[in-house]
């Protein structure tokens, strides 16, 4: 009877190709990232910043310069358990991280004096 042969030969076909893809795929993935990443990412992306929070914006000074946002500019803050987001555009961020933050004080009244910081600062003057 041919059908056990024939079921036989296409689970080794699909273990081979399962097999080569396991290998190849993320040597393909690795080399494309390699390859796409360094194109597409803005130079400040990873480095160190330090921010400055005032009642006239935010201040950022890092290793390439240095450059300010007015509250206006910030649309929305978001954070996670991680992170705090200041969005600027709605795929772009300035990004505190909890972990790195020197300052004293606690992270929950950071959040809740930007976010005042921001209502007060960024209303639109007609």
């Given at each position: 009877?041919?059908?056990?042969?024939?079921?036989?030969?296409?689970?080794?076909?699909?273990?081979?190709?399962?097999?080569i893809l396991y290998f190849l795929y993320p040597?393909?993935?690795?080399?494309?990232?390699?390859?796409?990443?360094?194109?597409?990412?803005?130079?400040?992306?990873?480095?160190?910043?330090?921010?400055?929070f005032s009642d006239?914006?935010?201040?950022?000074?890092?290793s390439l310069g240095s450059s300010n946002y007015?509250?206006?500019?910030?649309?929305r803050l978001e954070q996670t358990e991680e992170h705090i987001y200041l969005f600027t555009a709605n795929a772009k961020a300035l990004i505190l991280s909890k972990?790195?933050?020197?300052?004293?004080?606690?992270?929950d009244e950071l959040y809740?004096?930007?976010?005042q910081l921001k209502n007060q600062n960024s209303q639109v003057i007609s």
């Open positions: 009877h041919a059908e056990p042969s024939r079921w036989i030969l296409s689970v080794s076909i699909a273990l081979i190709y399962g097999v040597w393909r993935l690795r080399r494309y990232y390699k390859k796409t990443l360094p194109e597409t990412m803005s130079p400040y992306f990873g480095i160190e910043v330090v921010f400055s006239a914006g935010i201040d950022l000074t890092y007015v509250w206006s500019a910030i649309l972990k790195r933050l020197t300052s004293s004080v606690p992270v809740g004096a930007l976010i």
